[in-house]
């Protein structure tokens, strides 16, 4: 996005905790928004024929699911639950944008503001 590198380039964005806690607090929900627009893109997109590449042509979405139209094989290989279970206990799973703390006070600032604008 060239508002992030304007930000950097006028000198209103320096990497420090503020600046990128407030950047994910205001930008986290279009960010992710914009990335899962990409990925169905990318992944109905139609793969051209290249002159020197043995790489399959097709749409990515299409490839995957049923590799056998490609005269591929289907190279997934299921795990059990209890191995997902087991290693959803090492992710993390953020409920905000930023740190918690910087979310809680953007939230106060913006209640008190709305407040003393009525």
């Known amino acids: 996005m060239n508002l992030f590198q304007t930000l950097k380039e006028d000198?209103?964005?320096?990497g420090s905790f503020l600046d990128k806690s407030l950047i994910q607090?205001?930008?986290a929900n279009l960010i992710q928004r914009d990335m899962d627009q990409v990925?169905?893109?990318w992944n109905v997109h139609r793969i051209s024929r290249s002159r020197n590449s043995?790489?399959?042509t097709g749409k990515p979405a299409i490839m995957f699911e049923m590799p056998s139209l490609?005269?591929?094989d289907n190279y997934l290989i299921p795990v059990p639950s209890f191995a997902t279970d087991e290693m959803s206990i090492h992710c993390a799973y953020n409920s905000y944008p930023?740190?918690?703390d910087f979310?809680?006070?953007c939230n106060?600032?913006?209640s008190e503001n709305i407040c003393t604008q009525l």
Not at 11 to 14: E, G, I, K, P, R
Request: charged share 25%; aromatic share 20%.
């Open 11 to 14: 000198n209103l964005f320096d």
């Open 25 to 27: 607090f205001c930008f």
């Open 39 to 41: 990925i169905l893109e």
């Open 54 to 56: 043995i790489s399959p």
């Open 70 to 72: 490609y005269k591929s």
């Open 98 to 100: 930023c740190d918690k």
């Open 103 to 105: 979310y809680d006070l």
């Open 108 to 110: 106060i600032l913006i």
